[in-house]
């Protein structure tokens, strides 16, 4: 079935670092790929997304870029802040099938940042 | 504003003790789901609705009964709650139109049963 694999966390950083949070997947066809964040004490919420390969999903500063070929979607940003410190969820939605199964999320366990000041 | 609204958002309760979980969206999606979410593991899809009166399990729903009356609501019953379904639980929803959109999820409720 459907599977999603991220890096292990937590990570921590300090404030202006590089980010990357790998994440890679395996489905048949061709998902749709998220990166949902969780906040301290809130729900998911979706941060970006792409549908296709080699679209490039991004917001509030943070990309990803589905490659097909490597089964990747990583979470990237430039200059993270103190404010970007939650739980970061990749997930898939898959293709295959009809009904419920295609539109069920499959997500990773998470990976929890913390930026320091 | 459109949202999903979950309640309670805290609960503890005894073993064996029926609860239901209520869930409401305003967004007159078609598709609406549980997951729970436990440390280590993610989270994990319990039952989904395709629409009124379709339901179906996914992939924990040992436990759980859930019901679709109306469009808007979809809560989640435990009949006799076990300490092993102490958990963050989550409603979410999607509209099954527009192309690969993901869910929006409710604020969650936090479940402990002793």
């Known amino acids: 079935g459907d599977s999603v694999t991220q890096m292990e966390g937590p990570v921590t950083l300090s404030e202006e670092a590089f980010l990357t949070i790998n994440c890679t997947y395996t489905a048949t066809g061709y998902p749709s790929l998220f990166w949902y964040v969780q906040y301290p004490g809130e729900g998911l919420q979706l941060l970006l997304k792409a549908t296709k390969a080699d679209d490039k999903g991004s917001n509030k500063g943070f990309e990803a870029t589905y490659r097909k070929e490597t089964t990747s979607f990583h979470l990237e940003k430039g200059s993270v802040q103190v404010s970007d410190s939650a739980v970061y969820f990749c997930a898939l939605r898959g293709s295959k099938g009809g009904g419920g199964s295609n539109y069920k999320l499959t997500f990773g366990k998470g990976t929890l940042l913390t930026v320091n000041p | 504003e459109a949202q999903v609204t979950q309640n309670p958002r805290y609960l503890i309760t005894v073993t064996g003790k029926k609860l239901t979980v209520t869930c409401s969206q305003n967004m007159n999606h078609e598709y609406m789901s549980w997951y729970r979410q436990d440390p280590g593991l993610g989270l994990r899809q319990i039952y989904y609705s395709m629409n009124v009166e379709v339901t179906d399990k996914g992939d924990v729903p040992e436990g759980y009964k859930v019901s679709r009356k109306e469009k808007r609501n979809f809560p989640l019953i435990l009949e006799s709650p076990s300490p092993n379904q102490t958990s963050l639980y989550f409603c979410?929803?999607?509209?099954?139109?527009?192309?690969?959109?993901?869910?929006?999820f409710g604020s969650g409720t936090r479940l402990t049963v002793v």
């Open positions: 979410a929803s999607s509209s099954l139109s527009g192309g690969a959109g993901g869910y929006t």
